[in-house]
Each structure stands twice: as structure tokens, then as C-alpha cells.
T-cell receptor
Framework: GQNIDQPTEMTATEGAIVQINCTYQTSGFNGLFWYQQHAGEAPTFLSY????GLEEKGRFSSFLSRSKGYSYLLLKELQMKDSASYLCAVREEGGSYIPTFGRGTSLIVHP | GAGVSQSPSNKVTEKGKDVELRCDPI?????LYWYRQRLGQGLEFLIYFQGNSAPDKSGLPSDRFSAERTGESVSTLTIQRTQQEDSAVYLC?????????????FGEGSRLTVL
């Protein structure tokens, strides 16, 4: 099974940069995913990392280090609409391929 | 449809009653997943379908929970003799196939409140 850990809550200022960390322990790694979930809405897929390194997609980037069991989601030029919960999910090798989600990090962006 | 559709969006029921939650996945998506999200908590995996088959039911919280899928399309999650602890948002998601699990497309969820 997996153990996924991420901070419960973070706050940041509009226009700034914020890094949301996720650490995990798994017996066989097969991919890490980040999702965004606005209050009362469905989670939406943000990024997927399976190899070490940084994946950039517009204002959002996701980094993975498999040897350290560590990932982060980097949000640049923060906007008020980025206030949401950010969920880290890890997929294990073999078995059902179903990702296990962390509890999520609630990000509050203030003016 | 264009996205994953779930119904009802809100359901309030009395303890002990049965409820049925429905999910219409994206057309052509062979894999379908049910998750539960309690207030302020992460997503708890319940069950998945590959086609109409559910190979692993161990995520279902108790034998009061069951799910089925027909025609590789619509799925229903049934909770019998509901308890207050069942109150949560039940999220359905679909993906092109099992190997695409992780890149999930979620519905808006069915919010269940058991009084």
C-alpha cells in the first residue's frame, strides 16, 4: 500500500509562487498525479509524472524524484482562482493501477 | 455525453433506508471508478470496473455497499440500510482504459446526507 503525505493548508499572495509538496512511500511506483479540486466541485487532472524531473504546463509545473519518494506542484503567478484543494495521487506497480489519493492541500490565495 | 454525469446531485435520506447513486461515464471510457469523499478528507477508493467486471471489491466499506455496471456504460452504487457514517460525496470517474488510470475524469458527485 501507499502512504501519501502533503500539508493540510497553505496560504499565498496573488502574483506569487507557491510550492506544494507531496511525499509518498510505495512498494512499486508507477506514476504520480496532481489534481485540483475547487470547493464543491469535481477534481480535475493537472499533471502526471512517471520519470524523474520537471514537467511544465503553463503556470503549473510538477516535479518528481522517485529515489526520494517526493514530488511538488509549483504554481506561478498565482491568481485568486487558484484557491482550491490540490490532491496528490500515486499509482502502484502491478495490481489494479488505481491511484491512491492523499488528503489534499487546501491553498488559499489572498490579495 | 461530454463529461461524467452523476445523479442525484444531492440526496437526503433517513437512517436505515436504501439509496442508489448513478454514474454515466464518458462515452468510450471502458474503466469506471467510485470514490468517497467525507467532509475535509481525501478521496477514498471504493471500487472500479473494467468493462462490466469489478475484479476487486475489497475497497467497499461494508457488505451494505454494492455496485454494478451494465453495457460498459452506466454504473449504480447501492447503499443498503444507510448509516450516518455513510454521509459523504460519492464521486464517479472514468478513463479510457485501466492503463490510463490516474488520468481520471470525475463527475460532480452525489452528496449523500443520512439523517
Amino acid at each position: 500500500g501507499q502512504n501519501i503525505d502533503q500539508p493540510t493548508e497553505m496560504t499565498a499572495t496573488e502574483g506569487a509562487i507557491v510550492q506544494i509538496n507531496c511525499t509518498y512511500q510505495t512498494s512499486g511506483f508507477n506514476g504520480l498525479f496532481w489534481y485540483q479540486q475547487h470547493a464543491g466541485e469535481a477534481p480535475t487532472f493537472l499533471s502526471y509524472n512517471v520519470l524523474d524531473g520537471l514537467e511544465e504546463k503553463g503556470r503549473f509545473s510538477s516535479f518528481l524524484s522517485r529515489s526520494k519518494g517526493y514530488s511538488y506542484l509549483l504554481l506561478k503567478e498565482l491568481q485568486m482562482k487558484d484557491s482550491a484543494s490540490y490532491l496528490c495521487a500515486v499509482r502502484e506497480e502491478g495490481g489494479s493501477y488505481i491511484p491512491t489519493f492523499g488528503r489534499g492541500t487546501s491553498l488559499i490565495v489572498h490579495p | 455525453g461530454a463529461g461524467v454525469s452523476q445523479s442525484p446531485s444531492n440526496k437526503v435520506t433517513e437512517k436505515g433506508k436504501d439509496v442508489e447513486l448513478r454514474c454515466d461515464p464518458i462515452s468510450g471510457h471502458t474503466a469506471l471508478y467510485w470514490y468517497r469523499q467525507r467532509l475535509g478528507q481525501g478521496l477514498e477508493f471504493l471500487i472500479y470496473f473494467q468493462g462490466n467486471s469489478a475484479p476487486d471489491k475489497s475497497g467497499l466499506p461494508s457488505d451494505r455497499f454494492s455496485a454494478e455496471r451494465t453495457g460498459e456504460s452506466v454504473s449504480t452504487l447501492t447503499i443498503q440500510r444507510t448509516q450516518q457514517e455513510d454521509s459523504a460525496v460519492y464521486l464517479c470517474a472514468s478513463s479510457l482504459g485501466l492503463l490510463n488510470a490516474g488520468e481520471l475524469f470525475f463527475g460532480e458527485g452525489s452528496r449523500l446526507t443520512v439523517l
